[in-house]
C-alpha cells in the first residue's frame, strides 16, 4: 500500500463518552468486522475492562476503506487507555498518530481528562476532528458542546460531526473526515528502520507481542532487530497487521502499525516508547521522547495465611512478565510477616493489580493503604527516597521531608463549586486559578501533594458533585513540608503498617479519627484492646476494645466435641480476611482506615 492512501488515527474521549461504541461502528462500516463476529466492544478485549466498563489496555485495528473519490484507503485505528494513570501510553499511541477523533459526549461536555488528552495530541500536531457523539439523546445539545469545545480548546466545531455511534449515525461522515482531514504519514521508506512501540502485551506460547508503527524505513518477517532503549536483540518470528484479529504479512514500511513476536520473555524487555531498528543498519538516533514508567503508589501486600507466600511471588513473578509498570521487592514486617512492597503507576493500576492477584491467582492478601513516595534530606545533605512510611527515619537524623505535589483540574458544574473548593481546602491544596467555562460550568486549579489525592480524593469528589465533576492530575515537583510519622499501637505493639505520615497540623485530628476508626473495625476479643497513636513516643489520642463477655465455647457445656468443632469452624469463616498481628485480629478494613477518615 502506498504511505499516500494510509491514515493513522486515535480516538480521544471521556469514560463513557462512546469511544468504543464508535470504534465498532467503523470496524463494521468497514467491514473489518463481519456483524455476525461482532461481539460487543471489539476494541476492549479484557475481562477486566469489559466488567469495569473501561479502556485499560490499548489495541489497534486496520481497516481496508473505499473512499468516496472511489480509491483506496487503509485506516489504523489506535486506541488509547482512558485513565490518567496511564497517560504515558497515551501520548506513545498519539505519537504514532497523524490525527485524532475528538469524541465527545453531546449530552454531557468536555471533560478534564480529555482536555489532557487533547492538548498532548495538539502538542503533536495532530489534526484534531470534533465528533459530537449521542445526539440520539433527548438531552443532548450539540451547538452548546461545540461552543463549549471552541471556547476550552479553540477548535473551529463549525464542522464539528454530529454523531449517533449507538444509531450508526454520522460514521461515513466520520470515515471521509478522516480520509480528507488526517494527513498521510511522512514517506520515510527510505531511511533506516525506526519504529514505535505504543503497546504489548504477553501471550505464554510465542512471547511478548509487540505492537508498533513504522516511523522510517522497512521491516521484514526474520529480521534481526535491536531495541535501543533496552540494547536487546531478537529475530522477527512472526510479523502482522491487526484486523482487528493478527494476520501476517511479510513486511511494513514506513506509516504502518502491526506487530510481531519474536520470543521476547517480558513486557519489560519490550517497553512502550522504546525504539525498533535493525541490528545490522541501527539507525543513529531514536525516537524522541522515551520514559520508563515511574511508580507513583506504593502499598504492602500480605497473604492472610503465611503459607501463601510462595504463592504470592510466584503470582507476582507472572503478572510482571505483562505488566512493566509494576514493581515489588520483599518486606517483611514483625507484624504482618513476609510479604511484598509493591508500586503502582497510581490507584487504578493498584486495583487492578490486587483484583487479578485474588481473581485470577486465587490469593488471599491483606493489603495495606497507599503511600506515596517521600523524599528524605539527611543531616549530610544526602537524600534517600522512602516509599513505606515505617521506614521513615527519625526526626533527629533528618534535615527535612519532600513530598511529591501535583497540579489538578477539576471541571464541574457551577454550583459545585464551593463544595469543592473546601474539599481541596481540607485536603491542603493550594488554590491557584479557576474560570468559567460557559454560564453552567467551571474549571479549577489547585496544586496539592499527590498523598492527599491517593486516598479517597476521587470518590470523594465524585460524592459530592452527584458524579458530575471530572479531574485530572500531573506531577509538578516536590516540596517541603512539615511532615511526621504516626504510628500505631495495638495492645501496646506499634503496628508498622498502619504507620502513616501525616502532615503535623493534621496529625491530632488523624490520630484520633484513626483509633475512633479501628475501634469501630477490630472485632472484640475475649480481652481488652488499647489502641493508641502516637508521634515518636508521645501518644496523642488512644482508645480502647473491651473485653468480649460471652464466650462463644461456653454454650458447649464441654461436651460434644463435634458441636464444638463446628463452632470453631463457623468463627473461623467469620475470620476470613484477618491478619493475626500479635493476639489481635485484625481485619483487611483496618488498614484501609487511614483513607476513610472524612
Ligand atoms: P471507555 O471504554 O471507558 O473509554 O468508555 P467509552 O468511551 O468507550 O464508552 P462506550 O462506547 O462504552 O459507551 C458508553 C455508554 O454510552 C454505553 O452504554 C453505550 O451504549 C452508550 N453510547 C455510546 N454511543 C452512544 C450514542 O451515540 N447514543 C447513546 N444514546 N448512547 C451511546
Known amino acids: 500500500i502506498a504511505v499516500s492512501q494510509i491514515r493513522n488515527f486515535s480516538i480521544i474521549a471521556h469514560i463513557d463518552h462512546g469511544k468504543s461504541t464508535l470504534a465498532d461502528r467503523l470496524l463494521q462500516a468497514t467491514g473489518t468486522v463481519a456483524d455476525r463476529e461482532m461481539k460487543e466492544q471489539f476494541l476492549d478485549n479484557m475481562d477486566l475492562e469489559r466488567e469495569r466498563g473501561i479502556t485499560i489496555k490499548l489495541q489497534a485495528a486496520r481497516m481496508d476503506y473505499t473512499a468516496q473519490d472511489g480509491q483506496q484507503y487503509v485506516l489504523n485505528l489506535i486506541d488509547t487507555p482512558g485513565h490518567v494513570d496511564f497517560s504515558y501510553e497515551v501520548s506513545r499511541s498519539l505519537i504514532a498518530c497523524e490525527g485524532a477523533l475528538l469524541v465527545v459526549d453531546a449530552s454531557q461536555g468536555v471533560e478534564a481528562q480529555t482536555l489532557a488528552n487533547v ?152 517497553r512502550v516508547g522504546d525504539t525498533i531498528t535493525l541490528a545490522k543498519a541501527r539507525a543513529p538516533e531514536p525516537l524522541p521522547g522515551y520514559a520508563e514508567a515511574k511508580p507513583m503508589v506504593f502499598c504492602g501486600m500480605f497473604p492472610t495465611d503465611a503459607d501463601q507466600y510462595p504463592d504470592l511471588r510466584e503470582a507476582l513473578e507472572k503478572l510482571k512478565l505483562s505488566d512493566a509498570a509494576l514493581k515489588y521487592e520483599p518486606e517483611t514486617s514483625s507484624a504482618m510477616g513476609f510479604g511484598f512492597r509493591c508500586g503502582f503507576l497510581g490507584l487504578l493500576h493498584m486495583e487492578i493489580v490486587q483484583e487479578r492477584l485474588e481473581r485470577e491467582y486465587n490469593l488471599d492478601l491483606i493489603t495495606t493503604a497507599p503511600s506515596v513516595i517521600y523524599k528524605v534530606v539527611l543531616l549530610d545533605g544526602s537524600e534517600i527516597y522512602i516509599d513505606n512510611p515505617s521506614t521513615l527515619p527519625a526526626p533527629q537524623g533528618r534535615d527535612h521531608i519532600e513530598e511529591p505535589y501535583v497540579r489538578l483540574d477539576i471541571i464541574t458544574p457551577e454550583g459545585y463549586v464551593g463544595a469543592l473548593m473546601e474539599l481541596c481546602q481540607t485536603r491542603r491544596g493550594t488554590f491557584k486559578d479557576m474560570k468559567y467555562l460557559t454560564p453552567e460550568r467551571t474549571t479549577l486549579m489547585y496544586e496539592m501533594p499527590l498523598a492527599e489525592v491517593v486516598t479517597d480524593f476521587f470518590d470523594q469528589m465524585k460524592s459530592r458533585t452527584k458524579g458530575y465533576a471530572s479531574m485530572e492530575y500531573q506531577f509538578i515537583g516536590y516540596r517541603t513540608n512539615e511532615l511526621v510519622r504516626m504510628d500505631i499501637l495495638i495492645n501496646g505493639d506499634a503496628v508498622d503498617p498502619l504507620a502513616s505520615i501525616v502532615h503535623r497540623d493534621k496529625a491530632y485530628y488523624m490520630g484520633k479519627a484513626l483509633v475512633e476508626k479501628l475501634k469501630e473495625l477490630i472485632p472484640r476479643h475475649q480481652f481488652k484492646i488499647p489502641l493508641q497513636a502516637s508521634i515518636g513516643s508521645r501518644v496523642i489520642a488512644s482508645e480502647s476494645i473491651p473485653a468480649l463477655r460471652k464466650d462463644v465455647l461456653a454454650k458447649c457445656y464441654g461436651g460434644d466435641i463435634s458441636r464444638k468443632k463446628k463452632l470453631l469452624q463457623k468463627q473461623a469463616k467469620g475470620k476470613k480476611r484477618m491478619k493475626s498481628i500479635g493476639t489481635v485480629d485484625v481485619p483487611q478494613e483496618a488498614f484501609m482506615a487511614v483513607l476513610k477518615l472524612d
Open 119 to 270: 492538548y498532548l495530541a495538539l502538542e503533536h500536531d495532530l489534526e484534531i476532528i470534533p465528533v459530537l457523539n449521542k445526539i440520539d439523546l433527548p438531552g443532548s445539545d450539540a451547538d452548546r458542546v461545540g461552543q463549549e469545545i471552541e471556547e476550552i480548546i479553540g477548535l473551529d466545531c463549525s464542522g464539528a460531526i454530529h454523531a449517533s455511534a449507538k444509531q450508526g449515525l454520522g460514521i461515513t461522515e466520520i470515515l471521509e473526515s478522516v480520509v480528507l482531514l488526517v494527513p498521510p504519514p511522512e514517506d520515510n521508506t527510505h531511511k533506516p528502520l525506526r519504529a514505535l512501540i505504543f503497546d504489548s502485551y504477553y501471550d505464554a506460547y510465542r512471547g511478548v507481542i509487540v505492537y508498533f508503527r513504522v516511523m522510517d524505513g522497512l521491516v521484514n518477517k526474520g529480521d534481526r532487530v535491536r531495541l535501543m532503549a533496552s540494547g536487546k536483540e531478537y529475530d522477527i518470528d512472526e510479523l502482522g497487521v491487526l484486523s482487528p484479529n493478527q494476520i501476517q504479512v511479510g513486511s511494513l514500511h514506513a506509516g504502518e502499525v502491526g506487530y510481531f513476536a519474536a520470543s521476547i520473555k517480558a513486557v519489560a524487555d519490550a
